[in-house]
């Protein structure tokens, strides 16, 4: 039986939704923004370069990774709040540490 392959999409109109709908595991909260937060983020700080993608497992987004080329100063390892560095990874298996 072959597996379907995990791979990143760019994240559009199209499936925007679905991929905002992958959650946060609870252990995991801590480490990370959810998806919707990380995009407005990446929005209001384009001179941070923000790079985004959604993960696949086959056609079902199952996580979220993103990161900036230009961090602003004082951004510290792990840190989401500025929405420079996170990962989600969904419910349906797919692990991420969350860390930067």
């Not at 990143?8 to 499936?15: S, W």
């Not at 609870?26 to 990370?32: K, P």
């Not at 370069?49 to 979220?64: K, L, M, Q, S």
């Not at 929405?83 to 989600?88: K, R, V």
Request: glycine content about 8%; charged content about 25%; overall charge positive.
């Amino acid at each position: 039986m072959t597996s379907p392959g995990v791979h990143l999409r760019e994240i559009t109109d199209d499936n925007r939704d679905a991929v905002r709908a992958v959650r946060v595991r609870r252990h995991q909260r801590q480490f990370v923004a959810s998806v919707s937060k990380s995009l407005k983020e990446a929005a209001k700080t384009p001179e941070a370069n923000p790079w985004y993608r959604a993960v696949y497992r086959g056609d079902e987004p199952v996580g979220f990774v993103m990161l900036s080329w230009n961090p602003p100063a004082g951004l510290t390892r792990g840190d989401t709040s500025s929405g420079a560095c996170s990962s989600t990874s969904g419910t349906s298996g797919a692990e991420s540490a969350g860390r930067c």
